[in-house]
């Protein structure tokens, strides 16, 4: 009987197909250093998983993954913010799985009250390569010609800021949370977060054109998954407060 179970067991795991998703380091959405590799990594595996697809993840810079994933040993990327260029590339798919609200952060020495875009007009603002910002503030960095600097990987923004290598930063609350937590406690009492959010997005999962046929896979699942109010309020109160 054992033989039987494990025969069978063998036998579905070698059939079950398995496809190759890029992705960046973002916790606790994406992260390379938890098990489940992120809350929304386990939101694209369960998806998948209802129509006996696994996922792999495969880790590298966002922009990075994000010109990878175009190609045919992947079926996209995740996650990323809508923007027209992307959509020219990539086949979005139909359903946010994630809506972030993300805020600048400083140093408790700087002197930085955040009304409008045109409050960070002294300061110097870290972009991080290959993420995504609304346009209202490339606009206001042109117009304002407030200083930039940029950076390939989020995980550095902290350390930068407290180095004083830039002003100010730029993150999702929860991953702001989740890269503090590596912070002697002396450093995150520097920490300032500013009260207005700076903006908010939605990320998606994007499917790459010659994969299109997983789309609708991932929208039909993914409609199944949130239907559940068990799973849905898990996914909202652990990870991200999508509708």
Known sequence: MKYIIFALF????????????????????????????????QLIRDAFALHDIRVRFVFMPWQRAYEEGKKSEFIGSAYWYFNEKRASEYVYTAHP????????????????????????????LLINKGLTYPETLWQAIKQYDIETSEAIYTTKNLQ????????????????????????????????????????????????????????????????????DPGYLSRYQSNCSAIE
């Open 160 to 227: 930068l800021l407290l180095r004083q290598r830039t002003d100010i930063i730029i993150l999702d609350e929860q991953t702001g949370k989740e890269y503090a937590k590596a912070l002697p406690d002396t450093d995150q009492t520097r920490l300032v977060r500013q009260p207005k959010p700076a903006f908010i997005n939605r990320g998606f999962l994007l499917i790459n054109p010659q994969s299109k046929k997983y789309a609708p896979l991932f929208n039909e699942a993914l409609r199944k998954l949130l239907a």
């Open 97 to 124: 799985i994630t809506s972030e609200i993300l805020y600048f952060y400083h140093l408790n020495e700087t002197p930085f009250k955040f009304d409008s875009y045109a409050d960070l007009k002294p300061y110097r």
């Open 10 to 41: 063998y036998s579905l795991t070698c059939t079950a197909e398995t496809v190759h998703i890029t992705t960046g380091q973002w916790p606790p959405y994406v992260d390379r250093h938890r098990q489940d590799q992120g809350c929304t990594a």
